[in-house]
């Protein structure tokens, strides 16, 4: 159907819908059982029967498999039947974690998803756009991505970058008229907006004509979207590190095999072995692990309200130095409430906090009715008008539908008894010029019922008085003089040192010209005054900024506000040290990043600054070697967050752009959120480097003590099965736990990782190797100690080493909960290591006491006096050290 051929009406009457009303919850959910969701085809997945297939495509588990269907042939039945199910098991494991892995990434994806503001049953709801249905009526605004195939109906200088589509880089302008123009291209559609396009300035509304693969996005079929494969740096370093290893793993493998022969051991006995050890100490799950331990990290911070958008975020999360923050609704509540009016010589104070339209207003501190005011009337009365916020009420709470300074401005008119509908009766909206970054103001053209037109304008105040040449001054007009600025630079200064956000409210009457655009409009304007309004700080950032600053991270305040409040709330948060400076926005155009780059340490408050100036701060930082997060909401923010090394955006005021250019959604749009996601990324790093500690250590000690024992000319200490369970047993569980550890006491009192730092910094390559040097020594040395006492009985020598190995690496893991010593934690403070640990040492005995599975794994029942030697050895590679240093710290 040509929908760019009809108009806006007879849309609405083909697809059944309402302009007023939107679609019921049941007719939508109707249509999406019919057509489906509003989503583009994406690549096939793997089949999960695949995906466990290639946990056996490893070449070692190949070999092992060969040699086990060898011992099969040879008649070894209950051996080869043994390994092949723990090879199988070890299979299964591996993939319930990838499985795990990729339905966390998925459940990031859905989250991070595009959401569209829908009318449905005539309340405008935010849905994710892949529940639009065509019939659907959406509105939208500068910064937003449409979701699905539009026919515009309503349009304020609205303009799209569709360069997806049609590949002109240029925005577009929009209307709402049908067009009639045979053989018209996209780029000729301009009543139509596209699924993927960018709104880039004004506003609209329009109803959903496509979804889908039928959109004209969907039918380009070099654009369907594919899931993209995330993986951070830690991932690539521990993937090239893992090659290292197996071929250290494989030599040391060979040795042991070559050395046990040329002491006599069997060829085939030490093939298996050998084979079984290479499986068993090759950290071939590394990744994996790593994977899953950053996937259930990430589902940890969305409970506290972040969503991370780049896996890699995580990571460089630990490393941040600087955050630079909005101070409008992250530092501060975003809860506006006008509290002082200035306008012609006169202030005013308005009582009454939050969306409550109950309030007085009082001149020198006497009750006043802005009825009998006519300049006071006016300033409440223009702030209406420029003005798209709408209050709503649901389930018997009042709703703000749009920015909270427009909602501010609502309430304090109706105040004084002003309605809506009241103005409609008297005036109409002509057009509107929403407001922008650049401009730093919003614009109306409204006319009253005997035709005469007047352009009303608020905004910045400086902005203002700079395209005002008028000022109403005791309810005239008179020239601006230096005087009047004078006077209302003092009432801007009085009202931000008192920490309240101002804005200036102009006017104009249109006489014998036609306005033509907005340049027309927003000049010559007659000044009417000021209305300050106060956002106080969330009270828990006072807490997150020093939490911070113990952690050695900079926080750095970046508003569009005048000088003297951004200093006051600084002040107020204990976010500007004695020596802190205040930078305002004209400063910094003046000076080039290489001259930032000298003063920028100093800076805490940047003020008066637009978006624009962010990116030049962000490089400003990044020049002087610090790791910087950098928060944003708008377009024009975007390059500043995609620049930043943690680009973070906000969930409830961000546009789609700013999101898409970030690494981190702040759900909440809290500064404390921030916080608590940065000791949230350094806690999942800790947590990967506790459990790399432990795999290795204990893959050390595993070839250690078969390495020594080949050397010594002893027999095998461990036979290829037991081998195969200590690694089955030993690596999944407690290593997974390791991954759930909670962050230790001081981990925000550490200053931020540098972001070079390599896998084994901070001495954890020498306690990999000390720790798995000793777990190998007591291994062997129980070992040898029963079997010297008996060698007729090999049999339980083995099980005492195969005991021994398995609590030694048990007991090592509650060492590797801490970056010092085994004291410094509480052993119960993990109970999910508990539970892992208690399950491996119930597998452990199953194999050594019940009957059926003893000649399975070629074990005898321990006799009780021996556990104290197994307890007591294998206590020794962790208390043994553990005590060093203790005496150390002590001294």
Same mark, same amino acid.
């Given at each position: 159907?040509?929908?760019?051929?009809? %108009?806006?009406?007879?849309?609405?009457?083909?697809?059944?819908? @309402?302009?007023?009303?939107?679609?019921?919850?049941?007719?939508?959910?109707?249509?999406?059982?019919?057509?489906?969701?509003?989503?583009?085809?994406?690549?096939?997945?793997?089949?999960?029967?695949? *995906?466990?297939?290639?946990?056996?495509?490893?070449?070692?588990?190949?070999?092992?498999?060969?040699?086990?269907?060898?011992?099969?042939?040879?008649?070894?039945?209950?051996?080869?039947?043994?390994?092949?199910?723990?090879?199988?098991?070890?299979?299964?494991?591996?993939?319930?974690?990838?499985?795990?892995?990729?339905?966390?990434?998925?459940?990031?994806?859905?989250?991070?998803?595009?959401?569209?503001?829908?009318?449905?049953?005539?309340?405008?709801?935010?849905?994710?756009?892949?529940?639009?249905?065509?019939?659907?009526?959406?509105?939208?605004?500068?910064? &937003?991505? *449409?979701?699905?195939?539009?026919?515009?109906?309503?349009?304020?200088?609205?303009?799209?970058?569709?360069?997806?589509?049609?590949?002109?880089?240029?925005?577009?302008?929009?209307?709402?008229?049908?067009?009639?123009?045979? %053989?018209?291209?996209?780029? &000729?559609?301009?009543?139509?907006?596209?699924?993927?396009?960018?709104?880039?300035?004004?506003?609209?509304?329009?109803?959903?004509?496509?979804?889908?693969?039928?959109?004209?996005?969907?039918?380009?079929?070099?654009?369907?979207?594919?899931?993209?494969?995330?993986?951070?740096?830690?991932?690539?370093?521990?993937?090239?590190?893992?090659? *290292?290893?197996?071929?250290?793993?494989?030599?040391?493998?060979?040795?042991?095999?070559?050395?046990?022969?040329?002491?006599?051991?069997?060829?085939?006995?030490?093939?298996?072995?050998?084979?079984?050890?290479?499986?068993?100490?090759?950290?071939?799950?590394?990744?994996?692990?790593?994977?899953?331990?950053?996937?259930?990290?990430?589902?940890?911070?969305?409970?506290?309200?972040?969503?991370?958008?780049?896996?890699?975020?995580?990571?460089?999360?630990?490393?941040?130095?600087?955050?630079?923050?909005?101070?409008?609704?992250?530092?501060?509540?975003?809860?506006?409430?006008?509290?002082?009016?200035?306008?012609?010589?006169?202030?005013?104070?308005?009582?009454?906090?939050?969306?409550?339209?109950?309030?007085?207003?009082?001149?020198?501190?006497?009750?006043?009715?802005?009825?009998?005011?006519?300049?006071?009337?006016?300033?409440?009365?223009?702030?209406?008008?420029?003005?798209?916020?709408?209050?709503?009420?649901?389930?018997?709470?009042?709703?703000?539908?749009? &920015?909270?300074?427009?909602?501010?401005?609502?309430?304090?008119?109706?105040?004084?008894?002003?309605?809506?509908? @009241?103005?409609?009766?008297?005036?109409?909206?002509?057009?509107?010029?929403?407001? &922008?970054?650049?401009?730093?103001?919003?614009?109306?053209?409204?006319?009253?019922?005997?035709?005469?037109?007047?352009?009303?304008?608020?905004?910045?105040?400086?902005?203002?008085?700079?395209?005002?040449?008028?000022?109403?001054?005791?309810?005239?007009?008179?020239?601006?003089?230096?005087?009047?600025?004078?006077?209302?630079?003092?009432? *801007?200064?009085?009202?931000?040192?008192?920490?309240?956000?101002?804005?200036?409210?102009?006017?104009?009457?249109?006489?014998?010209?036609?306005?033509?655009?907005?340049?027309?409009?927003?000049?010559?304007?007659?000044?009417?005054?000021?209305?300050?309004?106060?956002?106080? /700080?969330?009270?828990?950032?006072?807490?997150?900024?020093?939490?911070?600053?113990?952690?050695?991270?900079?926080?750095?305040?970046?508003?569009?506000?005048?000088?003297?409040?951004?200093?006051?709330?600084?002040?107020?948060?204990?976010?500007?040290?004695?020596?802190?400076?205040?930078?305002?926005?004209?400063?910094?155009?003046?000076?080039?990043?290489?001259?930032?780059?000298?003063?920028?340490?100093?800076?805490?408050?940047?003020?008066?600054?637009?978006?624009?100036?962010?990116?030049?701060?962000?490089?400003?930082?990044?020049?002087?070697?610090?790791?910087?997060?950098?928060?944003?909401?708008?377009?024009?923010?975007?390059?500043?967050?995609?620049?930043?090394?943690?680009?973070?955006?906000?969930?409830?005021?961000?546009?789609?752009?700013?999101?898409?250019? @970030?690494?981190?959604?702040?759900?909440?749009?809290?500064?404390?959120?921030?916080?608590?996601?940065?000791?949230?990324?350094?806690?999942?790093?800790?947590?990967?480097?506790?459990?790399?500690?432990?795999?290795?250590?204990?893959?050390?000690?595993?070839?250690?003590?078969?390495?020594?024992?080949?050397?010594?000319?002893?027999?095998?200490?461990?036979?290829?099965?037991?081998?195969?369970?200590?690694?089955?047993?030993?690596?999944?569980?407690?290593?997974?736990?390791?991954?759930?550890?909670? /962050?230790?006491?001081?981990?925000?009192?550490?200053? /931020?990782?540098?972001?070079?730092?390599?896998?084994?910094?901070?001495?954890?390559?020498?306690?990999?190797?000390?720790?798995?040097?000793?777990?190998?020594?007591?291994?062997?040395?129980?070992?040898?100690?029963?079997?010297?006492?008996?060698?007729?009985?090999?049999?339980?020598?083995?099980?005492?080493?195969?005991?021994?190995?398995?609590?030694?690496?048990?007991?090592?893991?509650?060492?590797?909960?801490?970056?010092?010593?085994?004291?410094?934690?509480?052993?119960?403070?993990?109970?999910?290591?508990?539970?892992?640990?208690? @399950?491996?040492?119930?597998?452990?005995?199953?194999?050594?006491?019940?009957?059926?599975?003893?000649?399975?794994?070629?074990?005898?029942?321990?006799?009780?006096?021996?556990?104290?030697?197994?307890?007591?050895?294998?206590?020794?590679?962790?208390?043994?050290?553990?005590?060093?240093?203790?005496?150390?710290?002590?001294?």
């Amino acid at each position: 159907m040509k929908w760019h051929e009809m %108009g806006s009406q007879d849309v609405i009457n083909a697809l059944n819908t @309402s302009h007023e009303t939107g679609l019921t919850e049941k007719e939508a959910q109707n249509r999406q059982a019919q057509i489906g969701f509003n989503e583009l085809k994406e690549a096939e997945k793997t089949p999960a029967i695949l *995906i466990f297939l290639a946990q056996f495509k490893d070449f070692m588990v190949l070999v092992l498999l060969g040699a086990t269907l060898i011992s099969g042939f040879l008649g070894e039945y209950i051996d080869a039947v043994a390994i092949v199910a723990i090879i199988l098991l070890n299979g299964i494991m591996g993939f319930i974690q990838e499985r795990k892995a990729e339905k966390s990434l998925q459940a990031l994806k859905e989250l991070s998803a595009p959401q569209v503001t829908c009318l449905r049953e005539g309340e405008w709801v935010r849905i994710p756009s892949k529940e639009l249905v065509p019939g659907d009526y959406i509105k939208f605004t500068s910064g &937003d991505r *449409i979701g699905a195939d539009l026919r515009l109906v309503e349009t304020k200088s609205l303009e799209m970058e569709e360069s997806a589509l049609t590949g002109e880089s240029l925005p577009v302008q929009k209307t709402s008229d049908k067009i009639n123009k045979d %053989g018209a291209g996209l780029g &000729d559609l301009v009543n139509m907006a596209f699924m993927g396009t960018l709104v880039t300035r004004g506003s609209g509304t329009g109803i959903v004509v496509a979804t889908g693969m039928k959109t004209a996005m969907g039918r380009i079929a070099d654009l369907l979207q594919s899931a993209e494969t995330m993986i951070t740096p830690l991932q690539r370093r521990l993937e090239q590190l893992g090659k *290292i290893l197996i071929i250290v793993a494989l030599l040391l493998t060979v040795l042991v095999v070559t050395v046990g022969v040329w002491h006599g051991q069997e060829l085939y006995n030490m093939f298996l072995a050998g084979v079984s050890l290479a499986v068993a100490a090759i950290p071939e799950g590394l990744p994996a692990i790593v994977t899953v331990a950053l996937s259930l990290g990430v589902q940890r911070m969305i409970k506290q309200h972040s969503i991370v958008r780049k896996l890699p975020a995580v990571e460089t999360l630990g490393c941040a130095s600087v955050i630079c923050s909005d101070k409008t609704g992250t530092l501060t509540q975003n809860k506006m409430t006008v509290t002082d009016i200035w306008a012609g010589g006169k202030a005013w104070k308005v009582s009454g906090t939050g969306f409550d339209i109950r309030g007085e207003f009082s001149l020198k501190e006497k009750a006043v009715s802005p009825r009998n005011d006519k300049t006071l009337q006016q300033i409440l009365t223009f702030g209406m008008f420029c003005n798209t916020a709408e209050f709503t009420e649901k389930d018997g709470e009042t709703r703000l539908d749009g &920015d909270p300074t427009e909602g501010a401005l609502l309430v304090a008119a109706m105040k004084a008894g002003l309605t809506r509908d @009241s103005l409609r009766n008297s005036f109409t909206v002509v057009e509107e010029f929403p407001f &922008d970054s650049t401009r730093k103001m919003m614009s109306v053209i409204i006319e009253d019922k005997a035709g005469k037109r007047f352009v009303v304008t608020k905004g910045a105040p400086d902005v203002l008085m700079n395209i005002s040449k008028q000022v109403l001054w005791e309810e005239r007009q008179e020239q601006l003089t230096s005087s009047h600025e004078k006077r209302i630079y003092e009432a *801007i200064e009085n009202m931000a040192s008192k920490a309240l956000r101002t804005i200036a409210v102009a006017f104009k009457p249109i006489v014998n010209h036609k306005i033509q655009n907005q340049q027309d409009a927003e000049k010559d304007l007659v000044f009417v005054g000021l209305q300050g309004m106060i956002d106080p /700080p969330r009270p828990e950032v006072k807490q997150a900024i020093k939490e911070c600053r113990d952690a050695g991270i900079k926080t750095v305040m970046i508003t569009g506000d005048h000088v003297a409040t951004a200093k006051a709330i600084a002040k107020q948060l204990n976010l500007l040290p004695a020596n802190g400076k205040v930078m305002d926005g004209k400063k910094l155009s003046a000076m080039s990043v290489e001259e930032l780059e000298t003063v920028v340490d100093d800076i805490y408050v940047f003020a008066r600054v637009s978006p624009e100036h962010k990116l030049k701060i962000v490089k400003a930082f990044q020049k002087k070697g610090h790791i910087v997060a950098m928060t944003g909401d708008g377009v024009n923010d975007a390059p500043a967050i995609k620049a930043a090394d943690i680009g973070i955006s906000m969930g409830i005021t961000g546009t789609d752009v700013a999101k898409e250019a @970030s690494a981190l959604v702040l759900v909440d749009d809290n500064f404390a959120t921030i916080k608590s996601a940065i000791k949230e990324g350094r806690n999942i790093y800790e947590n990967i480097r506790k459990f790399i500690r432990y795999l290795l250590a204990s893959n050390v000690g595993e070839i250690l003590v078969m390495l020594f024992a080949m050397l010594l000319g002893l027999p095998l200490p461990l036979i290829p099965i037991q081998i195969l369970w200590v690694n089955l047993v030993t690596d999944g569980l407690p290593a997974m736990a390791l991954g759930l550890d909670q /962050p230790e006491g001081d981990l925000m009192s550490r200053k /931020p990782r540098h972001p070079k730092e390599g896998v084994f910094a901070r001495s954890l390559g020498w306690k990999v190797i000390s720790r798995g040097f000793l777990i190998g020594s007591v291994t062997l040395a129980a070992f040898m100690f029963i079997y010297y006492k008996n060698p007729e009985n090999l049999a339980y020598a083995q099980t005492i080493a195969f005991a021994t190995l398995v609590m030694a690496q048990l007991i090592h893991v509650f060492d590797c909960r801490s970056e010092r010593s085994i004291f410094d934690r509480n052993p119960f403070g993990n109970i999910y290591l508990i539970g892992a640990v208690l @399950s491996s040492i119930f597998l452990m005995l199953i194999v050594i006491y019940y009957p059926p599975l003893q000649p399975v794994f070629k074990t005898i029942a321990i006799e009780p006096r021996d556990w104290m030697l197994i307890l007591g050895m294998a206590s020794l590679p962790t208390f043994l050290l553990a005590g060093s240093l203790l005496t150390r710290k002590r001294s």
